[in-house]
């Protein structure tokens, strides 16, 4: 349990606490603003089917998988440049 220490989180933002919350932002404006603007889009264009994906993007919560996959390539890029 000591990975969840409050020192180690502290470290850990002391570290890379800029990346981090620019990669949950970001996350946050593709989940909550394109993907519905796409369904929208698809739905006018495609097939009317796709209106339903526009609240469901807003309602299902990706960030348990999407927040760690773009964190992970992050550190991977990021070990890469040094």
């Known amino acids: ?5 409050v020192a180690k989180l502290k470290k850990f933002l002391k570290e890379n606490g800029l990346a981090f919350v620019i990669i949950f932002i970001g ?4 989940e909550d603003v394109l993907f519905p603007v796409l369904f929208v889009f698809l739905g006018n264009t495609v ?4 209106y339903a994906g526009a609240p469901a993007s807003i309602l299902l919560c990706f960030h348990w998988l999407a927040i ?3 964190w992970g390539l992050w550190v991977k890029i990021s070990k890469n440049r040094k």
């Not at 097939?47 to 796709?50: D, I, K, L, S």
């Open 27 to 30: 996350w946050e404006i593709i």
């Open 1 to 5: 349990m000591e990975h969840y220490s």
């Open 68 to 70: 760690p996959i773009l």
């Open 47 to 50: 097939h009317p089917a796709f």
